[in-house]
């Protein structure tokens, strides 16, 4: 059964880091490029970063760009997002999901809370 | 940036009503443009890829139509389970955007 599960979030301060984990199971994770989507409370859905396949190449949403870092272990099958200097309009569910030939998600996983406050 | 619009914001119909969304983008997408589901607490789910092609195990109440800037989500027969949010996504171009959401709500 091909799944997704993201760890790391949590309550941190303005101004911290924080990372996120999203560990792969019941497919060849190498294979695939993977995306990190937020969606703030009562809001819509907010694509962050994208990272292909094998690492080569990430991209980033305006918003975050400087201070998010996607990055991947495929040897772990496991996908990151390191977020420094976090503000309180990055207070969000962070979902991972896969792409299928870079145009759209098969699979996501259940989401894990960050919540940004002093 | 692509900017997508959908509309309505929120609708409520009866069981077995047809139901249309519409997805606007502001520059042509082709036909990368995907549709999907969101239940509260839930993950999104792939509804439509494509445009037009129905995800596996999605039942065939559910279709897409449309190219260039303008596309349609329809759901031919509504039904209680599709009490949900409802948003669509381009993959034409990084950054992938997605519209602000349909809220379908049952009578």
């Known amino acids: 059964q091909e799944q997704l599960a993201e760890s790391g979030g949590g309550v941190v301060q303005p101004g911290r880091s924080l990372r996120l984990s999203c560990a792969a199971s019941?497919?060849?994770?190498?294979?695939?490029?993977m995306h990190w989507v937020r969606q703030a409370p009562g809001k819509g859905l907010e694509w962050v970063a994208v990272?292909?396949?094998?690492?080569?190449?990430?991209y980033y949403a305006d918003s975050v760009k400087g201070r998010f870092t996607i990055s991947r272990d495929n040897s772990e099958n496991t996908l990151y997002l390191q977020m420094n200097s976090l503000r309180a309009e990055d207070t969000a569910v962070y979902y991972c999901?896969?792409?299928?030939?870079?145009?759209?998600?098969?699979?996501w996983g259940q989401g894990t809370l960050v919540t940004v406050s002093s | 940036d692509i900017q997508m619009t959908q509309s309505p914001s929120s609708l409520s119909a009866s069981v077995g009503d047809r139901v249309t969304i519409t997805c606007r983008a502001s520059?042509?997408?082709?036909?990368?443009l995907n549709w999907y589901q969101q239940k509260p607490g839930k993950a999104p789910k792939v509804l439509i890829y494509?445009?037009?092609s129905l995800q596996s195990g999605v039942p065939s109440r559910f279709s897409g139509s449309g190219s260039g800037t303008d596309f349609t989500l329809t759901i031919s027969s509504l039904q209680p389970e599709d009490s949900a949010t409802y948003y669509c996504?381009?993959?034409?171009?990084?950054?992938?955007?997605f519209g602000q959401g349909t809220k379908v709500e049952i009578k």
């Open positions: 999901a896969r792409d299928i030939s870079s145009r759209w998600y098969d699979c």
């Open positions: 019941g497919f060849t994770f190498s294979n695939y490029g």
């Open positions: 990272i292909y396949y094998d690492g080569s190449k990430k």
């Open positions: 520059q042509s997408i082709s036909s990368y």
């Open positions: 494509a445009a037009s």
């Open positions: 996504q381009q993959s034409h171009s990084t950054p992938w955007t």
